[in-house]
Each structure stands twice: as structure tokens, then as C-alpha cells.
């Protein structure tokens, strides 16, 4: 069967995770990447001061992976690693379990004060692939009425799943959460128990799963208050028949405890990645000793969330994919009774969840239904994050000393999935992870609440499941036919076509998707997933596409209930660059601040929000609409969308920090020197903006003068500790020129620097933590990551010239009969309007570590660095061959004063199909100036491009 959404690539986005809460009893836990969707308290939910705590992590420890085995074994044991500054921190490198299931895993001990330094300076070095915190997590729910029984039962149809199938103890579903309570009456007879404990080296006592909380086989602690994993192990699995309790999906199942989460819901993400290799050896062990040793998992249960986005466990959950485990997690809730869900942007695809927004062809995401499938106001969403929803609301279920209670949660939901999958397997043990996938996501019912906000727009149906299970389909969808653009309106494409059918041209597919491909760096970005209509009905949509790529390829991917997919229908897409990537970011020179006082906006306050009208006769363009009004934010941003707004006792409050590059994308707004900063004029006496109106020498300026806030949850009430003194402005020009400029003090800020248009990526002004990164830095990659902003450069996005709008015209469906490869035409040089942007170059350079090796080029075209002699330079070149050899490329430098060179590059390597990198070395004898550079291949000369190189 072909696999289903195997190619689909989920944009992945680093961000502060909102742990998924449970409306359950009592204050709860998960830890580690749990945050119990049944959670008690969100890491994201506002203090007592309305303050969001930044990511939390385990001082001292440090999670590394370096580039390759041979490379982590070599750094075992005692050493120093440097950070910029010159500090040589003292490391203690090891290995640990994990080390076993990502090769070049280690764990690293540091002094606990440089712990994000050594972070940082592992980064830097050119033999690690990424370093992390060693990262904390909390989980907690909220009590919850009782009612629905067991309702939910009923609403997946598992009553006509059961009969045909009730489930088997041979198919091992393990809960990733905190410890289940084996004795439970109606759990007993379907826990997991080990035919031969001990079998995995490092692991002992294991006999109904592991504590990786404290190293032994005591999965429980006994305590009424750790009842999340109990809760969740009863929807999957509570024994079936017996005349007692609940019932779960499945009558008959084993369920192991893998535990990583504490009774006061702390844990650490070294022991989820102990967990993940666990599960994977003990499934390797399962098959290579068919069936005597180890255990079957089939599924692992993860309802939790609420850290960073880690690499590491991202790896590890790929790694179960390879060994054939199906990875379900929820989606990530927030608590309605204390947050304004209109403002907290509970949407995955703007504010991703982790582990729910994980890639790998394995997870399962999953969002909370109730009643009439509507989505639980407490549920996240995501059109194309969360693939599908299930009963998660008044959930009754299994709690520990033989009870019973009703928790709510997206951690209530995914067990209801996990259940469905293990179901599945009893009956067919031959299914793969994408069979099981497919199985479940495209046989759920249509429901309108959650068309838009998940991918398949389903809630679950474990009994359509199984009827598609058994109808062994294998024909494929038809090519939808006249796909065409019906209108286009800058990025913003009006679609239509006529359906074609389940079973070739007849019939009703399951699933449409929508993908758009970048011309330049060969970027998939899923639009959106939508339900078909009957074969030969007309079908229409609108999609936009992301800024910075205005020109690639739309395909229209078509799945029938099985999974199968059809050949896809594909349209060539070309927006003006001015409407498709409008701004063109650049790093100047250092420029003084403005120091008129006369207009001052006095705050006074610490998070707070103030509309400022513009002065008669100004307005000001961004991102294609024209502004007269702006709210301005004391903590260093001005928004001209809806800013987010703090809900319960902090009502009304500025909730935008902690700040980070993907916040930015929620919003139209413009990030100066976006950090929590306190502008109350008890800490600084001339705190507040000051705005200076436009003039014939500059727009309309706003200069920010206050401390930063450095608060500390420590202390009860969280509060401000203050710090060196902050001064910047942001200036606007009528014609859509925005100026970041910083002056004195700015020093240990984790700022973000950048603008967006509301949409999934924004123009952010990078940070430096890769070397050869231009100096200096403007974002902190890391929350906890300090940088000084003191007389920084002056930073300019420059809006983009209009060009003429392409008028579309409608593009016939291609058949499937493959067409020759076109002849590359004239070898093209990116240095300027057709370049990649920002976010291109950053994930190129990212992709072959070029950062670690030479300076590339920014968008300027300034090598601010210096001039060094002999320095490597990297250019973009399209339309070269596909194989093409640096033996057959050539570069020329010319200043127009007679100064002329020519040379052979030093190495191509090619990017994606028609776009290549380009890596030279400057010659020793270029005087500092503007030197025009083309680049000759295949005999033919490219466009020319400008460099400037300055003195040192």
C-alpha cells in the first residue's frame, strides 16, 4: 500500500511548548516531553503576575550529539570547551542509554552557572551535530464535573470494531507518562509482564516496565496523586467483560509502563530518551528472538508536552519508526479558565506542540473532541499539524486504588487513537506503521469543527477502520482534472478542479493535500488537507502561499481510505517578488539614537499596551496593507495586528514574551529589540517611548528607554530584577522602510529582531551562535541564551520594488507519462532580487554546516567581517548541471578600474534540483571596494552580481 503522507514535511519550528493540560483531579503531573495534556499548569499560563516562565532545564547537564561515533568516543572523559568570549568551560562527557539508540549521543556534565554558555560553545564546534539543556517539564490538570459515562466508546464506533476484533495480550502498548498503577482491578490482567527480565543491558527489575526516574522495575510509586498514566493505560486497555469499572478500545492488550514522570510531575529529557531506546530495544529483541524474548510495542502513548523543540527526541522517535512503533501524541491544551483562547494562538501550525508537531512519518497527532464533534475549547488545533480528533471530555477511566474518575484533556484523547492502533494490529499483525496510520486517519467521520483546524478534517472511527481494513482495497485514486488557478490576487491563489473518485475515476476519495514546493530550495510546505467531493463534481479552494518563496510548484496529492494515492496534479506557480517576498533585510553600520523628549508615551508599567495614532498627513505601509494607527508594546515591538492579551486575573496585559522568532509569526508586527522589559519609572525615571515625529532627515521614529525586566520565579511573587539600562528606536518612512537603531547599554537580553506579516515565516535578524555568522547578534537562538545588543548596527528592511503581476492562466493536468529533462538554461547568479531569502540561505547553510567553515554572503552583499585574504565565499548559482564539478566552474571578479581576475571554484555542491553553492577563495591582492562578480559554466556567463568588501 503507498505509505500515506510519507513525504508530507510538517514545517519544523523551534518554540516554547504549551504543556497539554487534563481537566482531571487534583494537581497532577507530566514531565519531560509530558506535559500530561491532562496537565495541571501550563509552562506557557501566566504567573501570579500574568510572567510566562521560560524554558526550564536541569543546571549543569547538557545533552550532545556529535557528528559521528568514532568522533563522541573520542571526546569521552574530561575536557574544556571555549566559548566566544575565550572561557574555556570544563566538561565531563559520558555515555548514557540513549547513547545506544542515536549514534554520537552523549551526556555532558558542566559547572551549573555556564550551563547555556557550554551549550552555546558546543554549537560552535564543527564536529557537533546539536547540544540541548537537559531540559525540565511539568505537567498538571484542573478537577472536571462528571458526566458521559462511556460515551466515548460509542462516539469511535468501537462497538462495531469489537465484532469483529477485542483486542490480543500478544500487541504491547506502552505509556510514556507516569507510572500505572499495575494492581488496579481493571487493569491487572492486561499489563505487559516480561518473559525474561534483565534482557536489556543497563535495564533490571523490568517486569512490567521501567522507572527511568530512579533506574529500577518500581513503575509505581502507590500515591493516589500519580493517576494521569492510570487514567490513560484504562481508555486504551481496561480489561473487557469482567463486570467491573470501565472498559477501554481494547478488551484484551498489554500495556507497559515506561516512567519518566515524578509524582510532583517533574522530569527530565534524559530520561525520555532513556524510555524511547528502551521501547526500541525491547520491540529489536521481540523480533530477533521471535517472540520469546522483549516485547511486542506496537504503540507508544504520549500525552504530554511543554519544552523546546528538541532534536534529540525527535531522532529518537524516527528511530521508532524504524523499528515499526506508531507514536501518538496529543495535541497540547490550554486552560480556558485562566488564558484567553482567542490570544494564546492554540493553533500547532503557528505555535507548534512538541512532541504532537514532530515529523516522522510515525506520530499521530491528535486533538479533543466532545458531544456533537466540536473541538474542546481547551483543545489545540492545527490544519496542518493535528492530523485528526477523538473524545476528549468527561473521559472516565481507570485511577489508582481501584478507582475511577472523568478527566478532560487532549492527554484523554491519543489513548482513544492508541487503543484503535493496538486494535488494529490484533487483527492483522502484518500492518505496517503507515497501513495502521492510514487506517485511522482517513476513516474517521467528517466533521465540520474540525475541517480547518486538522489535517483529514476527521474525528476517529475505529469501526470504518476496520471495514476499510477489510475490504483490501488496492486501487488507487484518478488525477483530479482542470486543476487550474481560477483567480490569484497576489499570494493568495483561488484553485479549482473536478474530482475524480476512490477507485480510479469513480467513485469518493478520502483526502485531499495540498503542497507547495519551492523553485530555489526545493521546500515542501504543506497548504492545507481537505475532503472530496464525489468523482466528477467541481471542487474549489484558497490557499496562500508563504512569504520568501514566490515561485515553485502547487501538487494536489489524493488518498482513498486505504491509503492508496493517485497520481498527483501539479500547477506552476510565479508571484511578484514584491508581493511574494517584500522586504530585502540588511545589516548596516552603528547610527545614533534619536534624544528628543518632548513626546513621551510614559508607561509606566511593566507589560502594557498603548495605541498611538499617526500624525495627520502620515501613513505607513506593511506587508500590502496601509497603517495610521500602531500599538505600541513596552517590551519593544509595535503590533498593527490584534496583540496577545493575558486572560483570568491578568486580564488585559501584554502577554508577548517571552519572545522568540516563531511568536513572531502569529502577527503583523514589527520586532525592534523584542524582549520582556520593564519601563516603569520606579526602576528608571525616564522610562517610556518617545516618539519623534516625521521630518525631511527621517520618518517616524519610537525610542524605547527602560531596563529589562530579568524576572525571577524563584521568588513568591515572581518579580523584575532588573539589569543595564536599554535604549533603541524603530524608525518608519512612508515609503515602507523600516530602521532598527541601538544605543548604549542593551547588555544580557534574549531579544528577537525581525517583522512578519502574520503569517508561518517571518524576516528575523539572526543570532550568532553559528561561526561566521555577520556580527553582531540580534536574536538569541535560545531563550536562556543572553547577548548584548550595545551600539549595534543599524538594521533596514527594504520593501521591494512593485513589479508587473502575472496574469494566470490555467494549466491543464499533466499526465502521468514522465517528460524529458529540460536543457539547463543560462547559468543564473543569486546575489540579489532573485536570491534565496533569508530563511533559504540560513536552512542551506544549515544543511551542509558552511557556517562552521566559511563566511557566506548576506543579503547586503557585504562580507562584514573584513577582507581577509584567502577567505572562502559561498554564492547561490541556479540552472547549472546537475552533477557539474568545480573543474568546470569559474568565477571572475572585476572592479571596472582595469582590475580583473579570473579563477576556478574550489567546490559545487548542489542543493536541490537546479540550485548550487558555489565556494571560492578570494584571491590575495582585491583592494577593498565593489567588485562586480559573474560566474562562467558550460560556456556560458552568468547575470552579474555586485560583492562589497571593506577593510578590516
Not at 518608519?732 to 542593551?746: F, V
Not at 572585476?894 to 548542489?910: I, K, L, M, P, T
Request: charged share 15%.
Amino acid at each position: 500500500m503507498p505509505p500515506f503522507l510519507t513525504a508530507l514535511i510538517k514545517t519544523r519550528l523551534r518554540v516554547v511548548l504549551v504543556i497539554s493540560l487534563c481537566l482531571g483531579l487534583l494537581a497532577l503531573a507530566s514531565v519531560i516531553f509530558p506535559s500530561r495534556s491532562g496537565a495541571r499548569v501550563n509552562p506557557q499560563e501566566t504567573t501570579k503576575q500574568g510572567k510566562r516562565p521560560r524554558a526550564q532545564y536541569k543546571p549543569g547537564e547538557v545533552l550532545v550529539r556529535y557528528r559521528t561515533e568514532s568522533v563522541a568516543k573520542s571526546r569521552q572523559g574530561s575536557s574544556r570547551v571555549m566559548t566566544r568570549e575565550g572561557l574555556n568551560i570544563p566538561m565531563q562527557v559520558e555515555r548514557f542509554a540513549a547513547s545506544n539508540l542515536i549514534e554520537g549521543l552523549r551526556f555532558a556534565r558542566v559547572p551549573a552557572d555556564q550551563t547555556l554558555r557550554a551549550v552555546a560553545a558546543l554549537k560552535r564546534q564543527p564536529d557537533v551535530l546539536y547540544a540541548e539543556p537537559n531540559y525540565l517539564y511539568k505537567a498538571a490538570a484542573l478537577p472536571n464535573d462528571f458526566s458521559n459515562d462511556l460515551q466515548s466508546m460509542s462516539t469511535i464506533n468501537a462497538v462495531s470494531a469489537w465484532d469483529t476484533q477485542t483486542g490480543s495480550r500478544s500487541v504491547v502498548v506502552a505509556v510514556l507518562d507516569q507510572g500505572i498503577d499495575v494492581s488496579h482491578e481493571d487493569l491487572a490482567a492486561n499489563i505487559w509482564s516480561n518473559p525474561s527480565p534483565g534482557s536489556i543491558p543497563g535495564f533490571s527489575g523490568d517486569v512490567h516496565g521501567y522507572n527511568f526516574l530512579d533506574g529500577n522495575g518500581d513503575v509505581f510509586s502507590g500515591s493516589a496523586l500519580e493517576d494521569h498514566a492510570t487514567h490513560v493505560a484504562g481508555t486504551i486497555g481496561a480489561v473487557g467483560n469482567n463486570g467491573k469499572g470501565v472498559v477501554g478500545v481494547n478488551w484484551a492488550v498489554s500495556l507497559m509502563s515506561l516512567k519518566f514522570l515524578d509524582v510532583d510531575t517533574f522530569g527530565e529529557s534524559k530520561d525520555a530518551l532513556d524510555a524511547c531506546t528502551y521501547a526500541k530495544a525491547m520491540r529489536d529483541l521481540w523480533i530477533s528472538s521471535n517472540g520469546t524474548q522483549g516485547a511486542n510495542i506496537r504503540v507508544i502513548n504520549a500525552s504530554f508536552g511543554g519544552g523546546p523543540y528538541s532534536h534529540l527526541f525527535d531522532d529518537a522517535v524516527n528511530k521508532l519508526n524504524d523499528s515499526g512503533i506508531l507514536f501518538v501524541a496529543a495535541a497540547g491544551n490550554f486552560d480556558p479558565s485562566t488564558s484567553d483562547p482567542n490570544t494564546l494562538i492554540p493553533n500547532n501550525d503557528l505555535v507548534p506542540q512538541y512532541p504532537a508537531n514532530f515529523t516522522g512519518p510515525n506520530v499521530i497527532s491528535v486533538a479533543a473532541t466532545f458531544g456533537a464533534d466540536q473541538i474542546a475549547n481547551f483543545s489545540h488545533f492545527g490544519a496542518l499539524t493535528v492530523d485528526l480528533g477523538a473524545p476528549g471530555v468527561s473521559i472516565l477511566s481507570t485511577t489508582p486504588d481501584n478507582t475511577y474518575s472523568k478527566f478532560s484533556g487532549t492527554s484523554m484523547a491519543a489513548p482513544h487513537v492508541s487503543g484503535s492502533a493496538a486494535l488494529l494490529w490484533a487483527q492483522n499483525p502484518n500492518l505496517t506503521v503507515q497501513q495502521v496510520k492510514n487506517l485511522l486517519l482517513l476513516n474517521g467521520d467528517s466533521s465540520s469543527a474540525l475541517i480547518d483546524h486538522s489535517l483529514t478534517g476527521r474525528r476517529l472511527n475505529v469501526g470504518n477502520s476496520f471495514q476499510s481494513l477489510l475490504e483490501n482495497d488496492t486501487t488507487a485514486p484518478g488525477t483530479v482534472t482542470g486543476f487550474n488557478i481560477s483567480s490569484q490576487t497576489g499570494r493568495t491563489l483561488n484553485l479549482s478542479w473536478t474530482a475524480s473518485g476512490d477507485d480510479g475515476a469513480t467513485g469518493l476519495a478520502r483526502l485531499y493535500l495540498l503542497e507547495y514546493t519551492d523553485g530555489i530550495s526545493g521546500a515542501v510546505f504543506p497548504l492545507k488537507g481537505m475532503i472530496p467531493v464525489s468523482a466528477g463534481g467541481s471542487q474549489s479552494t484558497t490557499v496562500n502561499i508563504p512569504f520568501g518563496h514566490p515561485n515553485g510548484t502547487l501538487r494536489l496529492r489524493e488518498f482513498d481510505n486505504a491509503g492508496n494515492e493517485g497520481t498527483p496534479a501539479t500547477l506552476a506557480i510565479n508571484i511578484p517578488l514584491a508581493v511574494g517576498d517584500p522586504y530585502i533585510p540588511s545589516v548596516g553600520s552603528a547610527a545614533s539614537l534619536t534624544t528628543d523628549t518632548s513626546n513621551r508615551q510614559n508607561f509606566n508599567a511593566d507589560d502594557a499596551y498603548i495605541e498611538f495614532l499617526f500624525p495627520t498627513g502620515f501613513s505607513f505601509p506593511f506587508f500590502g496593507e496601509t497603517y495610521h494607527t500602531v500599538i505600541i508594546s513596552s517590551n519593544g515591538a509595535l503590533y498593527f495586528s490584534d496583540p496577545p492579551v493575558r486572560g483570568g486575573a491578568a486580564a488585559g496585559d501584554a502577554d508577548d514574551v517571552p519572545s522568540a522568532p516563531l511568536a513572531l509569526t502569529p502577527h503583523k508586527m514589527i520586532a525592534g529589540l523584542w524582549d520582556d522589559l520593564d519601563l516603569r519609572n520606579s526602576v528608571r525615571e525616564d522610562s517610556g517611548v518617545y516618539v519623534i515625529d516625521p521630518n525631511g532627515q527621517h520618518g517616524l521614529i519610537f525610542r524605547w528607554q527602560g531596563i529589562p525586566c530579568a524576572v525571577d520565579f524563584s521568588l513568591n511573587p515572581p518579580a523584575c530584577t532588573g539589569g543595564a539600562p536599554v535604549n533603541f528606536e524603530i524608525e518608519l518612512r512612508t515609503d515602507g522602510t523600516i530602521k532598527t537603531r541601538y544605543g548604549s547599554g542593551n547588555l544580557n537580553l534574549n531579544p528577537t529582531v525581525g517583522i512578519s506579516g502574520g503569517d508561518r515565516e517571518g524576516y528575523v535578524i539572526r543570532d550568532c551562535t553559528k561561526a561566521g555568522t555577520a556580527q553582531p547578534c540580534y536574536t538569541s537562538e535560545s531563550e536562556d541564551l543572553k547577548i548584548n545588543l550595545t551600539n549595534a548596527s543599524e538594521v533596514t528592511f527594504t520593501p521591494r520594488a512593485a513589479g508587473p503581476t502575472p496574469t494566470p492562466t490555467p494549466t491543464p493536468t499533466p499526465t502521468p507519462t514522465p517528460t524529458p529533462t529540460p536543457t539547463p538554461s543560462a547559468v543564473q547568479l543569486i546575489l540579489e532580487e532573485g536570491g534565496p531569502t533569508v530563511t533559504q540561505a540560513a536552512a542551506l547553510d544549515a544543511m551542509l554546516f558552511l557556517r562552521d567553515m566559511f563566511p557566506v554572503i548576506n543579503t547586503d552583499n557585504l562580507l562584514n567581517k573584513g577582507f581577509d585574504p584567502n577567505t572562502r565565499v559561498v554564492v547561490f548559482v541556479t540552472n547549472l548541471a546537475p552533477n557539474e564539478s568545480a573543474a568546470n566552474v569559474a568565477i571572475q571578479l572585476s572592479d571596472g578600474q582595469g582590475n580583473n581576475h579570473n579563477f576556478a571554484a574550489e567546490d559545487v555542491r548542489a542543493m536541490a534540483v537546479g540550485f548550487h553553492q558555489v565556494i571560492f577563495r578570494l584571491p590575495n591582492n582585491l583592494t577593498p571596494g565593489t567588485w562586480t562578480i559573474r560566474v562562467v559554466a558550460q560556456g556560458q556567463t552568468s547575470n552579474p552580481g555586485t560583492i562589497r568588501i571593506r577593510a578590516p
